[in-house]
């Protein structure tokens, strides 16, 4: 008797799953991106000469940073599949 | 008013417009359509059965892009002049990112020139990878096309890097690179002391040294996840955005509407993503190496 309710709530959280997952991840990484070129923006005006050396260290901690959002987004992925 | 301005004007006047159009003659409202699923788009047929040897088209991808980067490499370097032309420039600075930048930057010297290889050809493999991962070839051997009486699959974007088990090998072989030259150095025991940050004494080693050997493996996931997340969701976000929702509910305005957000994510993908995705794994396998023979 209580086995559609099951299903719904199923259904339900699998989509809140996926929801939470990219949301939340998101958040997190798009602090982190403005904070990293937020601070090259800084450093450049500080000093133009240094620009190359600063910017191959913005594309790494700007990929480490991005990788973050798509750990939330394979965790929200895999609740969904494993519902 | 400028002509700029008036282009301008003129393409978004036709894109509201073609809107509008789209929405008059065929309707607003959706249609679930459940003839349509995108996981198949990233489903692997066996071509030629082999066992766990099987050719599909994930197969072909990673032999293609193997072919490529050999022989582009080979090819390049033996035509090498001393006034160099454009491509010539450019594989010389490739070269420099991988040596100087890449390998030199993150390990001591000796290690480096040991490792540039593996490091160098990790780089290109996975560069090469990427980029024909947004290539159309006809590799959909579901949905099969007839051009002048010919069956053949019809065309699709899928890269190898897009199946977990390309980066996951790919990590795997630099998990073990790297506690391998780890343990030579410094010895079985004396690695695991070396993950220990110095200073570290006491009662509080209990939480500490758990935590550590738990996130040395938390970079064999994170290498594969990122590689793999990264390319995935970018096809993902292409067969949506280009059709794939419009497709799915059945609205054909909804596919016009999108279709830019597609262009514009391909372009996003193939100039920068494919890159960076690659450039990234590079580096971390070079810091993760440089580090486990480093001595606190």
Same mark, same amino acid.
């Given at each position: 008797?209580?086995?559609? +309710?099951?299903?719904?709530?199923?259904? $339900?959280s &699998? @989509?809140? =799953? !996926? %929801? +939470?997952?990219?949301?939340?991840?998101? $958040?997190? &990484? @798009?602090? =982190? !991106? %403005?904070i990293?070129?937020?601070k090259?923006?800084?450093?450049v005006?500080?000093?133009?000469?240094?620009?190359?050396?600063?910017?191959?260290?913005?594309?790494?901690?700007?990929?480490?940073?991005?990788?973050?959002f798509?750990?939330?987004?394979?965790?929200?992925l895999?609740?969904?599949?494993?519902? | 008013?400028?002509n700029?301005?008036?282009?301008?004007?003129?393409i978004?006047?036709?894109?509201?417009?073609?809107?509008?159009?789209?929405?008059?003659?065929?309707?607003?409202?959706?249609?679930?359509?459940?003839a349509?699923?995108?996981?198949?788009?990233?489903?692997?047929?066996?071509?030629?059965?082999?066992?766990?040897?099987?050719?599909?088209?994930?197969?072909?991808?990673?032999?293609?892009?193997?072919?490529?980067?050999?022989?582009?490499?080979?090819?390049?370097?033996?035509?090498?002049?001393?006034?160099?032309?454009?491509?010539?420039?450019?594989?010389?600075?490739?070269?420099?990112?991988?040596?100087?930048?890449?390998?030199?930057?993150?390990?001591?010297?000796?290690?480096?020139?040991?490792w540039?290889?593996?490091?160098?050809?990790?780089?290109?493999?996975?560069?090469?990878?990427?980029?024909?991962?947004?290539l159309?070839?006809?590799?959909?051997?579901?949905?099969?096309?007839?051009?002048?009486?010919?069956?053949?699959?019809?065309?699709?974007l899928?890269?190898?890097?897009?199946?977990?088990?390309?980066?996951?090998?790919?990590?795997?072989?630099?998990?073990?690179?790297?506690?391998?030259?780890?343990i030579?150095?410094?010895?079985?025991?004396?690695?695991?002391?070396?993950?220990?940050?110095?200073?570290?004494?006491?009662?509080?080693?209990f939480?500490?040294?758990?935590?550590?050997?738990?996130?040395?493996?938390?970079?064999?996931?994170?290498l594969?996840?990122?590689?793999?997340?990264?390319?995935?969701?970018?096809?993902?976000?292409?067969?949506?955005?280009?059709?794939?929702?419009?497709?799915?509910?059945?609205?054909?305005?909804?596919?016009w509407?999108?279709?830019?957000?597609?262009?514009a994510?391909?372009?996003?993908?193939?100039?920068?993503?494919?890159?960076?995705?690659?450039?990234?794994?590079?580096?971390?396998?070079a810091?993760?190496?440089?580090?486990?023979?480093?001595?606190?």
């Open positions: 008797m209580l086995a559609p +309710i099951f299903h719904i709530a199923a259904g $339900v &699998a @989509g809140l =799953g !996926i %929801g +939470i997952g990219g949301g939340l991840g998101a $958040v997190g &990484a @798009g602090v =982190g !991106i %403005g990293i070129f937020g090259v923006i800084e450093s005006t500080r000093q133009p000469e240094m620009r190359d050396e600063i910017t191959s260290i913005q594309w790494l901690g700007f990929a480490l940073t991005e990788a973050c798509f750990y939330g987004l394979v965790a929200g895999l609740s969904y599949v494993l519902k | 008013m400028s700029t301005r008036k282009v301008l004007w003129a978004a006047g036709f894109y509201i417009g073609m809107l509008i159009l789209l929405a008059v003659v065929f309707g607003i409202t959706t249609h679930k359509n459940n349509f699923q995108p996981q198949n788009e990233f489903k692997l047929i066996n071509w030629v059965h082999l066992g766990v040897l099987s050719i599909n088209r994930a197969v072909v991808y990673l032999f293609i892009a193997a072919v490529l980067t050999v022989f582009t490499m080979v090819f390049i370097a033996g035509r090498m002049q001393a006034r160099p032309n454009r491509v010539q420039t450019a594989v010389e600075a490739i070269y420099s990112l991988m040596r100087d930048n890449i390998t030199r930057g993150n390990m001591p010297d000796t290690m480096a020139a040991k540039f290889p593996y490091v160098g050809a990790l780089f290109l493999f996975i560069w090469y990878c990427n980029l024909i991962g947004y159309p070839l006809p590799t959909n051997s579901q949905e099969k096309v007839n051009i002048f009486g010919a069956h053949i699959p019809s065309f699709a899928y890269a190898a890097t897009a199946n977990v088990s390309v980066p996951l090998v790919l990590a795997l072989i630099t998990f073990i690179a790297f506690n391998w030259e780890g030579r150095t410094h010895g079985p025991i004396g690695y695991l002391k070396s993950l220990i940050p110095a200073g570290v004494s006491g009662p509080i080693l939480l500490i040294a758990p935590l550590e050997v738990i996130s040395t493996f938390m970079r064999l996931i994170s594969t996840v990122r590689l793999f997340a990264n390319i995935l969701a970018g096809h993902m976000i292409i067969l949506f955005m280009a059709g794939g929702l419009a497709v799915i509910l059945g609205a054909s305005w909804l596919g509407f999108t279709m830019p957000f597609g262009v994510i391909y372009l996003f993908e193939l100039g920068l993503v494919a890159t960076l995705q690659a450039f990234i794994f590079a580096t971390l396998s810091i993760y190496l440089g580090g486990a023979v480093s001595h606190h």
